[in-house]
């Protein structure tokens, strides 16, 4: 199935970026059909024009409440034909109401290994930390900051000279694949949540993916949802 995509974002849109890229090398069955932003300025705007992706953008501080404004991005995406909902770095919390309404369909991606450093500065505290091994996180989104069930996780070794700046160009790298992953997954429906356990369903057809989560060729430092038992 092709997932229809909203991306929210409040940033550079490496991740948009990413996830375009997949979509057009055949490797994500999706269609970006909108991005939201609650920040009007932001570069991952002009990422979405540059691709002719409808955007939406609003200052959240003209609003009342955070409910109000996620109330005004759901008729957006609602207006749009979205079954699946992408945080790309967007830098607030989601009020229950929104949640609730794509329960099971909001993804986010987090520049750390959670539940280690949740929060807005990630990887700048884990590298400040002196932590040997940092990297990335994607996750179903509920109603606590960094909290949902995890689907995927890559790792990087962090060295003793390791600067937040030059750890993160490697923890992107690996978000620009694990994250496209996820969401292909889900458009074919691959994924199954029991309370905080994900687990990979068996592919209808045998595909490359399985293949590259049972051998490694995703890569040693990417952590797969493990098969539902029986396969
Ligand atoms: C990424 O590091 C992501 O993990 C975090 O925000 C950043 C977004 O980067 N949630 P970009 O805007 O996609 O370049």
């Given at each position: 199935m092709t997932i229809h995509i909203a991306v929210l974002?409040?940033?550079?849109?490496?991740?948009?970026?990413?996830?375009?890229?997949?979509?057009?090398?055949?490797?994500?069955?999706?269609?970006?059909?909108?991005?939201l932003s609650n920040k009007p300025d932001a570069p991952v705007l002009d990422i979405a024009r540059e691709h002719g992706i409808p955007v939406w953008a609003r200052d959240h501080r003209e609003y009342e409440s955070r409910e109000a404004f996620d109330a005004d991005m759901l008729e957006a995406i609602r207006a749009n034909d979205v079954d699946t909902i992408a945080l790309a770095g967007y830098m607030r919390m989601l009020s229950p109401m929104f949640i609730r309404a794509y329960e099971g369909r909001i993804l986010n991606i987090h520049p750390a290994i959670l539940p280690s450093f949740p929060g807005v500065s990630g990887y700048v505290d884990a590298v400040e930390y002196g932590v040997r091994i940092s990297g990335c996180t994607v996750y179903f989104v509920d109603e606590q900051m960094d909290h949902g069930p995890v689907i995927i996780q890559a790792a990087v070794p962090v060295g003793p000279n390791d600067t937040p700046e030059n750890a993160i160009a490697r923890i992107h790298a690996l978000e620009y694949r694990i994250y496209p992953q996820a969401l292909q997954w889900l458009a074919r429906n691959r994924l199954s949540v029991e309370g905080r356990r994900v687990r990979l369903r068996a592919a209808k057809f045998p595909n490359a993916e399985i293949a590259s989560c049972q051998t490694g060729a995703l890569g040693p430092w990417m952590i797969c949802p493990p098969l539902e038992e029986g396969f």
């Amino acid at each position: 199935m092709t997932i229809h995509i909203a991306v929210l974002a409040s940033g550079v849109g490496s991740n948009l970026s990413a996830i375009v890229k997949s979509i057009a090398s055949g490797r994500l069955e999706g269609r970006v059909k909108l991005v939201l932003s609650n920040k009007p300025d932001a570069p991952v705007l002009d990422i979405a024009r540059e691709h002719g992706i409808p955007v939406w953008a609003r200052d959240h501080r003209e609003y009342e409440s955070r409910e109000a404004f996620d109330a005004d991005m759901l008729e957006a995406i609602r207006a749009n034909d979205v079954d699946t909902i992408a945080l790309a770095g967007y830098m607030r919390m989601l009020s229950p109401m929104f949640i609730r309404a794509y329960e099971g369909r909001i993804l986010n991606i987090h520049p750390a290994i959670l539940p280690s450093f949740p929060g807005v500065s990630g990887y700048v505290d884990a590298v400040e930390y002196g932590v040997r091994i940092s990297g990335c996180t994607v996750y179903f989104v509920d109603e606590q900051m960094d909290h949902g069930p995890v689907i995927i996780q890559a790792a990087v070794p962090v060295g003793p000279n390791d600067t937040p700046e030059n750890a993160i160009a490697r923890i992107h790298a690996l978000e620009y694949r694990i994250y496209p992953q996820a969401l292909q997954w889900l458009a074919r429906n691959r994924l199954s949540v029991e309370g905080r356990r994900v687990r990979l369903r068996a592919a209808k057809f045998p595909n490359a993916e399985i293949a590259s989560c049972q051998t490694g060729a995703l890569g040693p430092w990417m952590i797969c949802p493990p098969l539902e038992e029986g396969f």
